[in-house]
């Protein structure tokens, strides 16, 4: 599964209408609809701000023409959107009417150049698996713990000192056996490694 790699702000000018893409990476319909609200916030005096996205959950896609001619810009965008095979993708194309009207065929071009000019911006995302874990020892292993949860590419996102050491960390899950293996295989009397939860992130292809 794929998605946009960065959130993003694409513009270009058309017939003096200003056009401004923004990538977003949602989850869910609750997501995509407060960040089309906040662009709209951003841009109070656009003349349109116009939307699609598509959610692997219950395969919804959506998309607004917010009031321009019906067919002429949602549509388009979410095609856009279809086309490059991705998910839990939202864009929103912001225009400001630049006062030359543009036709239909004119409005379908625009909207899909500021689609895929976004997503080219953005890039593309792999959609993983990752697993939040702790891990607990004594303080005369801690340098050697982090070292070996580094190296095997885990993210380590908080540090707790008590009696003994404590980290939470996050790592890709088809890594995460592997290093709970190696590290047992030779500190398993000493270490306790209890597994957190299961998020999904992005890994941006390079």
């Not at 990476?25 to 609750?30: A, T």
């Not at 050697?144 to 707790?160: F, N, P, Y």
């Given at each position: ?22 990538t977003f990476y949602v989850s ?179």
């Amino acid at each position: 599964m794929i998605t946009v790699g960065k959130n993003i702000i694409t513009e270009f000018t058309e017939k003096k209408s200003v056009f401004i893409g923004q990538t977003f990476y949602v989850s869910s319909e609750e997501e995509a609809e407060e960040a089309i609200m906040s662009v709209k916030k951003e841009h109070p005096d656009a003349t349109h701000v116009c939307h699609a996205y598509i959610l692997r959950t219950g395969s919804l896609q959506r998309f607004s023409d917010d009031g321009e001619p019906s067919g002429t810009a949602g549509m388009p965008i979410l095609h856009v959107i279809s086309a490059k095979k991705l998910c839990d993708t939202l864009i929103t194309v912001t225009r400001y009417f630049g006062g030359i009207l543009l036709g239909a065929g004119g409005l379908v071009r625009a909207y899909s150049r500021s689609a895929s000019e976004a997503i080219e911006a953005a890039g593309i995302a792999d959609i993983a698996p990752f697993t939040e874990f702790s891990m607990e020892y004594g303080y005369d292993l801690h340098s050697q713990m982090e070292r070996a949860v580094l190296l095997s590419g885990a993210e380590i996102t908080d540090r707790q000192f008590t009696e003994n050491v404590k980290i939470f960390a996050v790592i890709r899950s088809d890594e995460y056996e592997k290093l709970c293996g190696e590290l047992k295989s030779v500190w398993h009397k000493n270490i306790n490694i209890e597994t957190l939860n299961t998020v999904e992130r992005r890994l941006i292809r390079d």
